[in-house]
């Protein structure tokens, strides 16, 4: 079996192809790489907890009680957990009582739905209160010692997302324990050795903190809100121009030394990006190339019928 852990249930137009992939997968397995199933799909509300990619907005009690069990509900519907990118790395104790995270962690906290942690003290808090959540270790944390990185395979995860610069060190992935715990990351937009990576993750984390509030939303509506972006000349990168990056993960490699290797769970990143760039990187990694381009066709269908665009009857 070959896992892939993809972004967006909330998007509509992504969320959307999503749910076409998943369909696709399992009514025609046949134009996909053997084993391939979609695992999880990853994203989050607009809430302080979050954390990867700023999410504008803001949800109120009532609206995550009506409008969290509709976007969960559909992939779980179709056996699919929902995990939930709570990796702010700026929590205090005073993020830990927000009640509508709590109420938002409640809703999803049905037995298949899992959490993404960053903030020890978020775990535990986390852990404290659902006991019986899956959580996964996120690639945020940035470990690489690899002492440091067994320690870590020896917690109580569901999975550890390793971090993406020792995708291609083959001489240390022979050697770890609990290969199947572990989530390599196949496409990351990052270059190696990122020294911005960490100030990245705080600045999305300070926007969750300070923006994700009633006036945000307003500003939102109106069109005068100033949602400020991380610049770095690296994150526009396509998804055929992630292809050069060191750090890639081919699917040939994925086939031929990864999963021999006792590799099975793939992350594909993604979360906001527009839908035919996604639809380009679910095909080169689980469609067979003589199916590409049917496959590729009915997930921008999907996508461009979520949109409103075309016509029916």
Same mark, same amino acid.
């Given at each position: 079996? $070959?896992?892939?852990?993809?972004?967006?249930? +909330?998007?509509?137009?992504?969320?959307?192809?999503?749910?076409?992939?998943?369909?696709?997968?399992?009514? @025609?397995? /046949?134009?996909?790489?053997?084993?391939?199933?979609? #695992?999880?799909?990853?994203?989050?509300?607009?809430?302080?907890?979050? =954390?990867?990619?700023?999410?504008?907005?803001?949800?109120? &009690?009532? %609206?995550?009680?009506?409008?969290?069990?509709?976007?969960?509900?559909?992939?779980? #519907?179709?056996? $699919?957990?929902?995990?939930?990118?709570?990796?702010?790395?700026?929590?205090?104790?005073?993020?830990? @009582?927000?009640?509508?995270?709590?109420?938002? +962690?409640?809703?999803?906290?049905?037995?298949?739905?899992? *959490?993404?942690?960053?903030?020890?003290?978020?775990?535990?808090?986390?852990?404290?209160?659902?006991?019986?959540?899956?959580?996964?270790?996120?690639?945020?944390?940035?470990? %690489?010692?690899?002492?440091?990185?067994?320690?870590?395979?020896? !917690?109580?995860?569901?999975?550890? $997302?390793?971090?993406?610069?020792?995708?291609?060190?083959?001489?240390?992935?022979?050697?770890?324990?609990?290969?199947?715990?572990?989530?390599?990351?196949?496409? @990351?937009?990052? $270059?190696?050795?990122?020294?911005?990576?960490?100030?990245?993750?705080?600045?999305?984390?300070?926007?969750?903190?300070?923006?994700?509030?009633?006036?945000?939303?307003?500003?939102? !509506?109106?069109?005068? @809100?100033?949602?400020?972006?991380?610049?770095?000349?690296?994150?526009?990168?396509?998804?055929?121009?992630?292809?050069?990056?060191?750090?890639?993960?081919?699917?040939?490699?994925?086939?031929?030394?990864?999963?021999?290797?006792?590799?099975?769970?793939?992350?594909?990143?993604?979360?906001?990006?527009?839908?035919?760039? +996604?639809?380009?990187?679910?095909?080169?990694? &689980? #469609?067979?190339?003589?199916?590409?381009?049917?496959? !590729?066709?009915?997930?921008?269908?999907? *996508? *461009?019928?979520?949109? =409103?665009? =075309?016509? /029916?009857?």
């Amino acid at each position: 079996m $070959v896992n892939f852990h993809i972004p967006n249930f +909330l998007d509509r137009y992504n969320g959307t192809m999503n749910m076409t992939l998943i369909s696709m997968i399992k009514q @025609a397995p /046949q134009m996909f790489y053997d084993g391939v199933r979609i #695992a999880s799909v990853f994203d989050c509300f607009p809430l302080v907890w979050n =954390g990867g990619r700023i999410v504008a907005g803001y949800m109120d &009690m009532n %609206t995550a009680k009506r409008l969290v069990p509709q976007y969960l509900g559909r992939f779980n #519907a179709m056996g $699919v957990p929902c995990r939930l990118t709570f990796t702010n790395p700026l929590i205090t104790e005073k993020e830990l @009582a927000d009640p509508v995270c709590n109420a938002v +962690l409640d809703i999803a906290d049905n037995g298949l739905n899992e *959490a993404i942690v960053f903030s020890s003290l978020l775990e535990e808090h986390i852990r404290k209160t659902h006991p019986k959540m899956k959580l996964t270790s996120s690639t945020c944390k940035q470990i %690489t010692d690899i002492t440091e990185l067994k320690a870590e395979l020896e !917690r109580d995860y569901s999975l550890v $997302v390793l971090d993406y610069n020792l995708n291609n060190k083959f001489d240390i992935l022979s050697t770890l324990p609990h290969k199947d715990k572990i989530e390599l990351l196949t496409n @990351a937009v990052c $270059v190696p050795n990122c020294q911005r990576r960490g100030e990245h993750y705080r600045f999305i984390g300070k926007y969750q903190l300070e923006h994700c509030c009633p006036e945000e939303l307003e500003k939102i !509506r109106s069109g005068t @809100a100033n949602v400020e972006e991380w610049k770095c000349p690296h994150m526009n990168k396509n998804a055929f121009l992630r292809r050069n990056s060191p750090l890639h993960i081919s699917p040939k490699d994925i086939y031929t030394k990864y999963v021999p290797m006792g590799y099975k769970n793939f992350k594909l990143e993604g979360r906001g990006n527009i839908f035919p760039d +996604l639809a380009e990187q679910y095909v080169y990694y &689980m #469609a067979k190339p003589e199916y590409r381009d049917i496959v !590729r066709y009915n997930l921008l269908c999907s *996508a *461009a019928a979520a949109a =409103g665009s =075309g016509r /029916q009857g």
